[in-house]
């Protein structure tokens, strides 16, 4: 009942802010062609697509280093960011809405003006549903990483089948601790096997096995050394095809996943008295549930200690769709140089060191500093917290800038030799 009614909510939303957008009839079409949920690939009506069915990119001429040609490598897990620890896989979503704004940023290069007209319109979505849920109550942005919602057909621990009492499944929370990360919302890295890197699509070459060359002959040091300054790369994973059978996204390729029954609590919420333990709001019905005893749940059956095939690979953990890396349009955001990024910069000062050029080092190096600042300014200005996450956040900050001054120095002081 209460997903029926938070799916009654977001459609309500959407159609609530229809509007005239080149290429989609209202809001709901431009959410769905962003959202990789609905299908990924491309969305296309009598204005065409809302995106270039081609976009003209340079190809590569020398085989990729970073993974001999071979279009994978082993690399810092791209889960826990080569840490160990990751989030958690079942309270805390891999892509939705991260990639939502992904498509975006390869909108905002391609067509700018579009970009605009999109991101106005997701903002009018999200502004309606923030109004619903400020009118009705729904608590629609209340779970947060390490939580999920009440399965017991619950508003804020209060029984919406069973009026006036309180749900005993989650002692009259609303919510309910995320069971395989026991609220934290961070667990041991599920996708390495804490083993911190992993055999992954090469994130210079994107799966061709082809990159451009490390020199300065050809370019600027300010461009981007895997992509030339151009943002975008040409996919090199599905080959052209636009789909491939890949790694499924909700389960990290293990197959495995909390069961949605429970929510791996192994608890089942009791059915006849709607989590609560008492039947006297029923209709004819009244007293204890005999069903629970009085505690607002059964033991899950469909289980084995809260884990399940998962649903959306059915256990295999992989799964065939169109390509996660292009999303069906052939060409990508570059992955050295997206998001304000310095990555790119730092492997080719690596390799410039290598080769004993360190005055390019240098410059590079400096490059990636420069775009860490900016990169840390725009993550603190749009940090929505308390003043300890702000602190926290400055130090995570300080830390990355001096690990990099550091590199600074050592290439500099190679220069001077």
């Known amino acids: 009942m209460l997903r029926f009614l938070l799916a009654a909510a977001l459609l309500l939303a959407l159609t609530l ?11 709901e079409d431009a959410a769905t062609s962003l959202a990789v949920e609905q299908g990924g690939g491309q969305e296309v009506d009598k204005d065409g697509p809302i995106f270039p069915e081609k976009v003209d990119l340079p190809d590569p001429t020398v085989v990729c280093v970073t993974c001999d040609g071979q279009g994978a490598a082993l690399l810092d ?21 991260g990639w939502v704004e992904r498509d975006l940023r390869v909108l905002r290069i391609v067509d700018p003006e579009k970009a605009k007209k999109v991101q106005a ?4 979505v999200q502004a309606s549903l923030d109004k619903f849920n400020l009118d009705f109550g729904l608590g629609l942005g209340s779970i947060s990483p390490g939580v999920k919602p009440c399965p017991a057909s619950c508003i804020r621990g209060k029984s919406l089948i069973n009026r006036g009492h309180e749900c005993l499944y989650c002692n009259a929370k609303g919510k309910v ?11 041991p890295c599920q996708v390495c096997q804490r083993k911190k890197r992993r055999k992954t699509t090469c994130v210079e ?6 990159s451009f060359p490390h020199d300065l002959e050809t370019r600027r040091p300010v461009d981007c050394p895997w992509c030339l300054g151009r943002s975008l790369r040409n996919c090199g994973q599905c080959a052209g095809l636009a789909e491939l059978e890949d790694e499924c996204q909700p389960c990290a390729g293990s197959g495995k996943a909390a069961c949605t029954k429970c929510l791996g609590t192994q608890r089942m919420p009791c059915r006849p008295c709607s989590g609560t333990g008492d039947l006297s709001g029923f209709v004819g019905k009244s007293g204890r549930c005999l069903t629970c005893k009085h505690k607002g749940f059964t033991k899950c059956g469909e289980c084995k200690r809260g ?50 050029d360190a005055k390019a080092a240098v410059e590079h190096i400096e490059v990636a500093i420069q775009r860490t600042e900016s990169r840390h300014e725009l993550a603190y200005s749009g940090l929505v917290g308390t003043n300890e996450d702000r602190r926290k956040l400055k130090r995570t900050q300080a830390s990355e800038l001096k690990v990099l001054k550091k590199r600074l120095s050592k290439a500099a002081k190679k220069l001077k030799d």
């Open 177 to 187: 601790d995320c069971s395989p990360c026991k609220g934290k919302g961070e667990v």
């Open 77 to 97: 897990c791209d889960h826990c960011g080569g840490d160990g620890k990751g989030p958690c896989l079942d309270c805390v979503p891999r892509r939705g809405l």
């Open 205 to 210: 070459c994107i799966g061709s096995g082809r």
């Open 17 to 27: 802010q229809a509007r005239s957008l080149p290429g989609h009839a209202n809001a």
């Open 121 to 124: 319109q997701l903002d009018d």
């Open 307 to 356: 884990v399940a095939d998962c649903a959306n690979c059915e256990g295999t953990g992989t799964k065939k769709g169109p390509c996660l890396h292009c999303k069906g349009r052939l060409y990508t955001l570059c992955g050295g140089c997206d998001d304000g990024s310095s990555r790119a910069w730092l492997d080719a000062a690596d390799r410039f060191l290598t080769q004993g």
